[in-house]
C-alpha cells in the first residue's frame, strides 16, 4: 500500500489536504502530519514514506531543506501559494507542484504524477537540480518581508536591534532573548514568526529555539559527548546544535 506524511504549519491546511487525499487516493495510508520542517524530516526518516507533501514555507526547516536533507528518499509533492515565482521551475523538475487553495482536479493530477513515478521505482532524482532556481525565486519574493530592526525590551527601557547587528535569538516558552555583541532583551515573538521576517541564509536554525547570525559563528566543535556547539563572536556563549541541523556543520 502506498504510503505519505503531510506536513503544513497550518493545521487545517493539513487536514483539508488529508481530507482531499482520501477521496482522490483511497489506497494512500497518511503515517504522519508534521507542522514544521523538523518534524517532517524525523517522519520522513522514521516512516520512509513513499510521497511526502511539503509545504513549501514552515517554521524550522522549510519544504525545500526538508527535501534536500532527505535527499531523495521518497518523491515529493510541494505545496505552495507562490506560483509567479515557483511553477516554471517546478515544472521543470520530476517533482510536483500544488497551488493553494488546492482545487480537486489539480490533485487528481498530481496523483496520477506520482502513482506513475511509484510504478516504475523512480524517486525525484531531479529534485537536488531544480532546488537553486527555486530558492533564487523565493528570495526575489521575500526581500520584500524582511525584518530590517527589532525593538526588544533591555531591563526598564526599550532597546532597537539593527538586524545585521543581532548575534542569535534564544526562545523559552514565554519569550525570545535578542542578543548582540553589546546588550540583550527580550521580545514575546516565537522563533518560528521572527523566521517569517528573516533571511534563512543569515539566520540559521541550530535548534528548535535558537536562531543564530551566520556571520557571527567563529567557529563549531563537538563537545566530549560528541555533540556540536557553535562559539560566537563577541559572546561567551556556547550555542548547541541540534542532530537535526547537524548537516549545516559538515565539511564537503
Keep these: 500500500m502506498p504510503t505519505a506524511i503531510i506536513a503544513d504549519d497550518e493545521y487545517l491546511q493539513r ?5 482531499m487525499l482520501q477521496q482522490a487516493w483511497p489506497e494512500l495510508t497518511i503515517l504522519a502530519e508534521c507542522e514544521d520542517g523538523c518534524d517532517a524530516l524525523d517522519a520522513i526518516v522514521a516512516h520512509q514514506p513513499d510521497v511526502a507533501f511539503l509545504d513549501i514555507r514552515m517554521p524550522g526547516l522549510s519544504g525545500l531543506d526538508v527535501a534536500r536533507v532527505s535527499n531523495g528518499k521518497c518523491n515529493v509533492v510541494f505545496v505552495t501559494a507562490y506560483d509567479a515565482y515557483a511553477i516554471d521551475a517546478f515544472n521543470l523538475a520530476a517533482c510536483d507542484y500544488l497551488l493553494k487553495p488546492i482545487q480537486n482536479e489539480r490533485l487528481a493530477q498530481s496523483v ?7 510504478s516504475r521505482g523512480s524517486k525525484s532524482e531531479e529534485l537536488l537540480q531544480m ?7 523565493l528570495s526575489e519574493q521575500s526581500n520584500k518581508e524582511r525584518l530590517r530592526w527589532i525593538s526588544a525590551s533591555s531591563g526598564k527601557s526599550i532597546q532597537i536591534f539593527p538586524i545585521d547587528e543581532i548575534l542569535f535569538f534564544e526562545s523559552d516558552t514565554r519569550y525570545t532573548r535578542v542578543v548582540s555583541a553589546s ?16 533571511d534563512p541564509e543569515q539566520f540559521w536554525q541550530i535548534n528548535r529555539g535558537i536562531l543564530v547570525n551566520m556571520n557571527a559563528i ?9 555533540g556540536i556547539k557553535v562559539e560566537i563572536k563577541g559572546s561567551k556563549e556556547q550555542l548547541k546544535v541540534s542532530q537535526t541541523y547537524a548537516w549545516r556543520f559538515k565539511g564537503n
Excluded: S
Excluded at 183 to 198: H, N, P, S, V
Excluded at 218 to 226: K, M
Design 15 to 19: 487536514e483539508e489536504l488529508r481530507r
Design 112 to 118: 496520477e504524477r506520482v502513482q506513475a513515478r511509484l
Design 131 to 137: 532546488m537553486d532556481l527555486v530558492e533564487k525565486r
Design 183 to 198: 546588550d540583550e532583551g527580550l521580545i514575546r515573538t516565537a522563533i518560528k514568526d521572527l523566521q517569517k521576517g528573516l
Design 218 to 226: 567563529a567557529r563549531a566543535h563537538r563537545d566530549e559527548l560528541g
